[in-house]
């Protein structure tokens, strides 16, 4: 493994948990998600990792080798770990390639401009060295702090909401350019995000933080379909949720019956977890209802309806299709699995 967190805490001054029990792994060439609301614990978790801060308990392994630990405390430049700031922490009196070449010690002149001229290459910098980084755009300033955490060759790669400062077409192209620079290179690496569509899209696990400790850690398409939590449903995405009953092997709903998983031992009294793409709107369904929103999304439309019973739902529904406002329309489901949690669940 090239990174291991077991049981970790830390603790501010006052004596209160910025995060507790946080336990996760990740191995070569991984990119592992850190999502959450703000105050959730992310960047303190990054912050434990980088070296910048003490933990309070558990430990941090990195390369098997421990870090940090109560007794133990690695400092942040012996960790071969290098870190990509939400503002990217450029040096302005300094060229792009004296930004990129700061942490390179190793090696005589020439092989570090070699290598410098590696990294502008490889990061879409070519020809861009003697520039200074106000003369960059946000994306070309992100590449620069990219090129300058890998000079170094570390070990992680830590990224604190990399794409905050850019736009949205922006950030979806940077989204697609760094995923290819961290699979391409078998950088390791962790990326701290709001933002659940970045870190579905990019990462190979998702570690989903709330309070201060950890909900949920896999895979993006687990976390999606088999979320462990109310919270970890409604953060990943749009979940709606509907009171059911089981009786006889189903679930009894406003929508329909759903079947009971093999492995679910609450009580009779849950709510199910339902996706857009769970609910069709077309002919034959099992329960009417009525159009309330309407949201257009270029792909898709998102359609909230609500039931007879009260209870609102949404659906995708293609572009192409558009039903008006206050429309009645029978439903569908489309379901092939049953997320339960006891209605008592927060």
């Known amino acids: ?5 077991h049981n970790v805490a830390c603790t501010y001054e006052a004596g209160c948990s910025a995060i507790e029990g946080i336990s996760f792994s990740a191995r070569k060439g991984d990119i592992i998600g850190l999502l959450g609301p703000s105050g959730c614990g992310k960047t303190t978790t990054l912050r434990a990792i980088a070296g910048f801060e003490p933990v309070s308990a558990g430990e941090i392994r990195i390369q098997g080798q421990p870090v940090a630990a ?3 405390h690695i400092p942040p430049e012996q960790r071969q770990v290098g870190m990509v700031f939400q503002d990217y922490a450029l040096f302005p009196h300094l060229t792009v390639q004296e930004n990129v070449g700061f942490g390179l010690r190793h090696g005589s002149a ?18 861009l060295d003697q520039r200074y980084p106000h003369a960059l755009s946000g994306g070309q300033q992100q590449r620069v702090a990219l090129a300058r955490a890998l000079a170094p060759k570390p070990v992680l790669l830590l990224l604190d909401e990399p794409f905050s400062n850019l736009d949205p077409d922006m950030t979806y192209r940077m989204r697609e350019e760094l995923l290819h620079l961290l699979k391409t290179t078998c950088t390791t690496a962790i990326l701290v995000t709001h933002d659940h569509e970045e870190a579905l899209g990019m990462a190979d696990a998702v570690a989903v ?10 895979s993006p398409e687990i976390m999606y379909h088999l979320p462990a939590s109310p919270f970890v449903a ?5 979940a709606d949720f509907i009171p059911g009953t089981i009786h006889e092997a189903a679930v009894k709903t406003p929508v329909g019956n759903f079947p009971v998983p093999q492995d679910y031992r609450g009580g009779p009294e849950v709510v199910v977890m339902i996706r857009p793409d769970d609910i069709q709107i077309g002919e034959n369904g099992s329960c009417t209802g009525t159009i309330q929103s309407r949201q257009f999304r270029g792909s898709e439309t998102r359609y ?11 659906s995708s529904a293609s572009s192409t299709q558009r039903f008006p406002l206050h429309t009645r329309v029978t439903l569908h489901l489309k379901a092939t699995h049953t997320v339960l949690f006891d209605r008592n669940t927060d």
């Open 1 to 5: 493994m090239i990174l291991e967190l």
């Open 70 to 72: 109560v007794d133990r």
């Open 110 to 127: 020439s092989e570090r401009r070699c290598h410098i001229a590696d990294m502008l290459a490889l990061t879409g910098l070519s020809g």
């Open 209 to 218: 933080l709330y309070r201060g400790q950890l909900e949920q850690f896999a």
């Open 234 to 238: 409604r953060f990943v995405g749009q």
């Open 304 to 314: 909230g309806i609500r039931l007879p019973s009260g209870d609102l739902i949404h």
